[in-house]
């Protein structure tokens, strides 16, 4: 009682066939499915190319109504767990080309033996406040036309900075001078066909040197206001002209050994107490090993905003006249200039040619792959 019974060989059988058949429905159906693939007309199959632009709209309106399904579905599912009291689904981390970068050995960590010495580095004196920092800004021998504007305007974005005319002395006879005259960095900034496309960064008196190719410098001037601020002041164009005060600085993603060092050397350029009655901000932002300048003034304004009752009607007092709520609305404004440095060399001590000693060089050799970072 109550044994199963066992199954005779024609019913094995028949369950064999079944399973075989099913098998090939499968195969069937992948054929299909990658005939239907290759079937599909790809725009870069179509020659004529009225027809090759409206085929890539519609695939591009099919993929825009596709991710708008998906933010809908994803955003019932966060309504609805909250709802029911539950934690919502976790988000996705899209891939990016920043987060799947190579390992790198030397990405700085909190317990790192780096900063242990960053009391004894070259930039120490400065950013401990000991000395103020004091800086010669100088060009190649051959100058340009919008040399002498780029300059003016570091003057501007860097406090205690210095303009020499480089005339005809050498470089390390300039780096003498600047030592004796207590100046803490040299900048030289390199022209080529009148256009400035290098900056040479060297830190008084004992180094390092760090050698930048300068790119997208685009000045003051060249600038386009923002249309709002237009519509807000027709002076817009003297607002945007920075103060004297000094200025905060923000340096992000310098996360490896020589992206520290680098960023340390940024810092010394800089006084170490900002005036925030300045409201005034210089960002050196490293993305893929170039790293962006820009100079932005915040600034708060008010804004009147009509307030509604529940119902969305607005309210009115006694007299009938609309009640409003002043509202402060902080915005940033960009003063200029703005340009993109990427490291080429970084050697030890002074500006040195022929017997200088380098830390790091770049080589064609080392970009290797899209993902592969040394800041």
Request: with cysteine.
């Amino acid at each position: 009682m109550g044994a199963k019974r066992k199954k005779s060989e024609s019913e094995t059988m028949e369950d064999y066939d079944d399973d075989v058949v099913l098998d090939k429905k499968e195969k069937k159906k992948m054929k299909q499915m990658e005939k239907e693939k290759k079937k599909e007309i790809l725009p870069s199959m179509i020659k004529n190319k009225e027809k090759r632009s409206a085929v890539h709209a519609k695939l591009k309106l099919q993929k825009k109504v596709e991710k708008r399904k998906k933010l809908k579905a994803r955003d019932a599912e966060e309504k609805r767990a909250l709802e029911l009291g539950e934690e919502p689904p976790p988000r996705k981390i899209p891939r990016t080309i920043e987060n799947t970068r190579e390992f790198d050995e030397t990405v700085c960590k909190p317990d790192d033996e780096l900063f242990a010495g960053n009391d004894a580095d070259e930039f120490s004196s400065v950013l401990k406040r000991e000395r103020i920092p004091k800086i010669l800004i100088t060009t190649s021998r051959f100058n340009s036309t919008r040399g002498p504007a780029f300059i003016s305007e570091l003057l501007e974005v860097i406090p205690n900075a210095h303009y020499y005319k480089r005339g005809t002395y050498d470089l390390k006879k300039i780096v003498e001078y600047a030592k004796k005259q207590d100046f803490t960095s040299l900048i030289v900034v390199h022209t080529n066909r009148r256009e400035p496309d290098a900056l040479l960064i060297i830190g008084l008196p004992d180094g390092p040197t760090a050698h930048f190719k300068l790119s997208r410098l685009v000045l003051r001037k060249d600038i386009k206001a923002n249309v709002l601020s237009l519509l807000r002041c027709i002076a817009c164009r003297i607002m945007e002209i920075p103060t004297s005060h000094e200025p905060e600085l923000v340096l992000t993603n310098f996360t490896t050994h020589l992206g520290h060092r680098i960023g340390r050397l940024i810092q010394s350029l800089f006084p170490q107490e900002p005036n925030f009655r300045g409201r005034r901000v210089v960002t050196f932002h490293n993305q893929r090993d170039y790293i962006f300048f820009r100079h932005h003034r915040y600034i708060f304004e008010t804004k009147e905003s009509k307030q509604g009752d529940s119902k969305g009607k607005n309210r009115k007092d006694g007299k009938g006249e609309k009640n409003t709520q002043q509202k402060v609305i902080a915005r940033l404004q960009e003063c200029g200039p703005r340009f993109t440095l990427k490291l080429r060399s970084l050697q030890h001590e002074t500006f040195d040619t022929k017997g200088g000693e380098y830390e790091w060089v770049h080589k064609p050799e080392m970009d290797t792959s899209r993902r592969r970072f040394f800041m």
